[in-house]
């Protein structure tokens, strides 16, 4: 089965925090470890998303034209996305060539077909920098929650899409003065017209999708879909290939989606169509909940406007939030965990892997926390997984040279119900709830080493010790398996250490390790976490000091 996989594109004008990591792209590489183990070929398409203004008030603030910004935070974010060990396959921007090529190009298909409305508005214009304000150039209080720092597309406080004309006592973060109303005309998705038949599609995939997925595109569905600009007045963005909009660009929700299709051509070139325009593809989308409409009603819309067998999601998977320590993740204020502070603290990516998928906000908010952190971390990947394979390997070290005795399957077939249960989870990317029944398969070797005790038994009876540390032995493939999509550093020591390709997959997962294997030793796979450590990182990382 050929398996498509898209994270959604981070926003390249800021550097991506623990949050930001787990809602989208280590849980799309998750799923892709996972499916690749299964069989499936995968195409693992990650990126970012570089038009906008949010990338314009970044390069005002920090000096530099938007091209100096995104070249110099697509950097940051590769080495992130690197040293997180995210397995992508194509790795784009949305500011390629190919993808430009391809927005123009679905662009006049959809317009060919007729599903793009012009429409005069007013918009909010600053007249002392002569020209139109863009949604995220202006800011007020929500006209529906009432709380200060709207933005003039979107609440964050509330979570409601916005009409910028509605924000009560607008001001300008261009140039910090209150804005005036002024006619533009633009181009609007005509998603009215096109209504049932994404609703007929939706109802046909959406037993495939997260209950938050499900939930949100159902709440949009229910207020009824309305017409969408899908054009801004910018410069910095991709052009719109219309006589009388030569000045205009295309908002980043219309090129930003189709980038995913752009930066399989930027990565593949033309093959790119073996995989977006491909009726035996299965398409899998993560996201955060935010980005949730776009990818359930907005993206789905420009395909099918296009009259093109494009592929279309199957399966939706969205995320809540992970909160910092009962507040928000935030750069400004120095509070949180981002992407390159996690890199210099010392601790390893699959620490902060295995904790992130820990507390994987499948269908609520969750918590960062420290304390928890430590628990976690020592309790249960450093006392359960690690402590039983190194016990395990050092035990076969001593009493038989590292080399492998005869098995009978007991521990295995105790097993075996489990992995059901996990591919279970995993197929519905619930990778939270399928770590923990990892750490229950784990927790059944560790209580089967612990109850035959092969330490006493080796004084007594050596063959029947040989036996029990054999069938822990037997154990390490399908614990390289089930834990290679959240540690795999850690998945692929201890299956180089059986002899095991771990590319093999779940195809035989319960052929015990072969007698005789020369069993190599590990050592330690992970750092115990230090409670003085955990409390200093706690204090560095808890915001700005007075």
Known sequence: MKVLITSALPYVNNIPHLGNLIGSVLS????????????????????????GTTTEVKAREEGLTPRELVDKYFVIHKRIYDWFNTSYDCLGRSTSEANKKIVQDIFSKIYKNGYFIEGEVEQLYSEKSNMFLSDRFVEGECPICHKAGARGDQCDACGNLLDQKDLINPISKFDGTVPILKKTKHLYINLPKLEKELTNWISSVDSNWSFLAKNITSQWLKQGLKERAITRDLKWGIPVPLEGYENKVFYSWFDAPIAYIGITAECIGEKYKDWWLNKDVTLYQFMGKDNVPFHSIMFPSYLIATKEPYVLVNGLDSTAYINYENDKF????????FGNDAIETGISSDTWRYYLYRVRPEDDDTEFLWGDFEAKVNNELVNNFGNFINRVVSLNQKFFNGIK?????????????????????????????ALLKANEISSIGNKYLQDTAPWTLAKTDLIGAGTIIANCIDLFKLLSLVYS??????????????????????????????????????????????????????????????
Request: glycine share 8%.
């Open 28 to 51: 799309a590489d998750a799923f892709a470890r996972y499916q690749r183990l299964r069989g499936n070929e995968v195409l693992f398409v990650l990126g970012t998303d570089e038009y």
């Open 485 to 546: 999509p959240f540690i795999p550093d850690a998945s692929k020591k201890i299956s180089e250490s059986i002899s095991f390709n771990l590319s093999d997959g779940f195809l035989n997962v319960f052929d015990g390790i072969k007698t005789g294997t020369e069993i190599k030793p590990i050592g330690i796979l992970f750092q115990k976490l230090e409670h003085k450590q955990v409390e200093e990182f706690k204090q560095k990382f808890s915001g700005i000091k007075k």
């Open 405 to 433: 005795q005869k098995s009978n399957g007991e521990l295995i077939e105790k097993v075996k119900p489990l992995l059901d249960d996990y591919f279970k989870l995993m197929d519905k990317s619930r990778e939270r709830d």
């Open 330 to 337: 935030s750069k400004s204020k120095e509070k949180g965990v």
